[in-house]
């Protein structure tokens, strides 16, 4: 048995791309930035925050949703799988490219900054899920994990 899975949750460092091809079908192309919080060791050594870069490809009805909703710097919960691929670019160099196959987005900000309502897609034929989602339901208590030294009231 095998497992390719990945769930992210980030903000968008540009509109999609989005191409056409001859028989309508569409596909997006976007960046999405996930970032690591810094934080000190017991040393006093500050480990500064890490931001990764993903390259994120949706096809189909992804495609035109992202085309619609999707703007720079959209909190997005993305889920999918990791796909390689290889390619030679216009000089003859062969290139390797690591991409998010999203198969799921949904957007991830509370209240309506930017949208009237909670917008949801998948590629799924399953009933979508429209409910909004809690940030908080996501998001790990870092203030809690600050110290380098485990409780001393684990049961082992």
Do not use: C
Not at 44 to 58: D, F, K
């Amino acid at each position: 048995m095998s497992l390719n899975k990945v769930i992210l949750i980030g903000r968008t460092g540009k509109d999609p791309e989005i191409r056409y091809f001859d028989s309508n079908s569409a596909v997006a192309n976007f960046s999405l930035a996930t970032s690591e919080r810094g934080y000190k060791l017991a040393n006093g050594t500050e480990v500064p925050e890490r931001t990764e870069w993903h390259n994120v490809v949706a096809y189909r009805e992804l495609a035109i949703f992202a085309e619609k909703w999707i703007k720079k710097g959209s909190l997005l919960y993305v889920e999918g799988k990791i796909r390689y691929r290889t390619y030679v670019d216009n000089t003859g160099v062969r290139r390797q490219v690591t991409e998010i196959l999203a198969e799921k987005i949904n957007f991830f900000e509370s209240g309506s900054s930017n949208r009237d309502e909670s917008r949801t897609s998948q590629t799924s034929s399953s009933t979508q899920d429209t409910t909004p989602l809690a940030s908080s339901s996501f998001v790990r208590d870092t203030a809690k994990e600050e110290s380098s030294e485990p409780p001393s009231d684990l049961p082992f």
